[in-house]
């Protein structure tokens, strides 16, 4: 494993880590934010491209309004009205999307902390505390991160969390992939199939209404391949409060398993990823907001040049009960697996 310095923060060392498998493959992580900041990724011939979106110092990673390689938590995406209610108190959240809330915290989240590293044989746990009553959340709280790059392919993530009380914990990693390589000008050329029969429709602030619906006979159909770009702008309520693909899929088959849940390939063929996970649910955001600024080697991003697909618990999960429960505590650890595995 490779360490090396990536700055300072309030006179705290940085470090980035590069995991590699024996194929060459190559994750780079840091302990700040516990953030992927590189992915070399083989194509179909073995060939290796940089698919994750990010920046090459850490200054633009104390900003990083769109959460670039970002672990979110301890909840992620939205959260309605930015409070729920739980074992009859009600807990106050950040206001920062809205009248809602989104990834916990802009500033405090733990995509904004640096985390203790350990390096192990074949990875790298991250691991963070966080204190009764901090964003909002009860419980102190314990966290981890465990990536891994695997021979077949695969960045392996493993979440644990553990908290003293009952307390909302729903963790994801915000990454932007593009097949082509970051920098490359679409993914709305990318095909996608997601492994879902059903989404959960939401409402102008992307709080989800409440109800699993059927995705058959909409553009949100992706049961089978669909090039992103062919219906993304269609006369569709839901993709035009959201301004494009930003949902939560209910992944067919949930049993506790890791199981396939999408696939991902760039416009020529010659990449393609599988994204794996043991959660109920897949946000896919197409990077419609993504904003116009400069990346990794120089690269130009803009709308649409990347795309994220974030395993969790459903949004606004704390204030629907008929979702499954993202409540963890001293009787339910939190435990869950994501890989995204180039084939």
Request: hydrophobic fraction near 35%; charge should be negative.
């Amino acid at each position: 494993m490779k360490k090396e310095l990536f700055g300072t923060v309030g006179g705290k060392e940085v470090f980035l880590y590069t995991l590699e498998n024996k194929n060459g493959m190559k994750a780079v992580l840091s302990d700040f934010g516990a953030l992927i900041i590189r992915i070399y990724a083989p194509d179909h011939n073995g060939e290796l491209a940089d698919v994750a979106l990010g920046y090459d110092r850490l200054e633009p990673y104390l900003q990083n309004g769109c959460f670039l390689g970002a672990v979110i938590g301890p909840n992620a995406n939205r959260i309605g009205n930015a409070r729920f209610t739980l074992e009859g108190k009600t807990y106050q959240l950040d206001v920062n999307d809205g009248v809602n809330n989104l990834h916990s915290h802009m500033d405090l989240g733990v995509h904004k902390r640096i985390w203790q590293a350990q390096e192990l044989d074949g990875g790298i746990r991250f691991s963070l505390k966080m204190e009764d009553g901090e964003l909002g959340f009860g419980g102190n709280k314990t966290f981890s991160v465990l990536y891994q790059v695997t021979d077949d392919n695969s960045l392996r993530i493993t979440y644990d969390a553990d908290s003293d009380k009952n307390t909302v914990i729903n963790m994801t990693n915000h990454c932007y992939f593009n097949l082509d390589g970051q920098g490359d000008e679409t993914i709305e050329d990318h095909t996608l199939q997601i492994f879902a029969s059903c989404y959960t429709p939401a409402d102008e602030g992307s709080i989800p209404y409440g109800d699993i619906v059927p995705v058959a006979g909409t553009p949100m159909d992706f049961t089978q391949p669909h090039v992103i770009g062919e219906r993304i702008g269609e006369d569709f309520e839901q993709l035009k409060m959201a301004g494009g693909y930003d949902h939560n899929w209910v992944c067919d088959g949930c049993d506790g398993s890791v199981r396939k849940v999408a696939v991902l390939q760039n416009a020529s063929g010659s990449r393609t990823m599988e994204v794996y996970t043991d959660l109920p649910g897949m946000q896919f955001y197409a990077g419609n907001f993504l904003v116009e600024e400069e990346g990794k080697d120089g690269k130009s991003y803009r709308p649409r040049c990347g795309l994220a697909l974030e395993t969790q618990y459903y949004p606004d999960a704390p204030n629907k009960p008929q979702f499954p429960s993202s409540v963890f505590g001293p009787d339910r650890h939190y435990h869950t697996v994501t890989a995204y595995k180039f084939v």
